[in-house]
């Protein structure tokens, strides 16, 4: 069996046209009645028969009319009321599509945040440990020139033929700026910040 492309009715179109042969067969049984009430009323027997056959006449059609017009009023309801719910439904769907691409976007926006604050922080925390490395190394520096400097006065105090100093100065070049500063005191000493 196959199905035929069908065009749609103009439904509104057909209860137009049905109300207005609604409307003319109502005029057509008026005019009957009224010519029956009027042949009764002057006893017109003849006139008044043929007038009722006329209006028996109209009436099935009358009925036939206003049938046809309650069921293309009731269809042109139930197809608009069907094609309000297939709007609504599209709607919906397509509200329903935007949020999950919104939900994917955002879901994803978030794990590259994520992904990217994980490394910045790993980056800064090698950053802090090449601080720490650094100041290790200063302090390394500075002890390495206290050596020196202590090797430098005892032979200066051997070319002087005098006793050298009994204090041992440190140089304090890298440990005073440490120690002046809380976040590379922290560092230093592996504190958290």
Not at 141 to 164: H, K
């Amino acid at each position: 069996m196959t199905t035929a492309t069908r065009t749609a009715p103009d439904l509104n179109g057909k209860l137009v046209e049905a109300r207005s042969e609604a409307e003319t067969i109502r005029g057509e049984l008026s005019q009957a009645e009224a010519d029956l009430a009027a042949a009764l009323e002057v006893q017109d027997f003849r006139s008044a028969e043929e007038a009722k056959g006329r209006a028996d006449a109209v009436r099935p059609h009358l009925a036939l009319a206003e049938a046809t017009e309650r069921a293309l009023g009731e269809a042109v309801h139930a197809l608009g009321a069907h094609q309000r719910a297939e709007a609504e439904t599209a709607a919906r769907q397509a509200r329903e599509e935007a949020s999950r691409a919104t939900l994917a976007a955002a879901m994803a926006a978030e794990r590259e945040a994520e992904e990217t604050a994980r490394r910045c922080l790993a980056e800064a925390l090698a950053g802090v440990d090449a601080v720490r490395d650094s100041l290790t190394a200063a302090k390394a520096a500075e002890v390495a020139g206290g050596d020196a400097r202590q090797a430098a006065n005892e032979a200066r105090a051997e070319l002087e033929g005098t006793a050298p100093s009994p204090h041992r100065v440190m140089p304090s070049w890298a440990s005073s700026r440490i120690e002046r500063s809380e976040l590379l005191t922290a560092i230093y000493h592996r504190r958290e910040l």
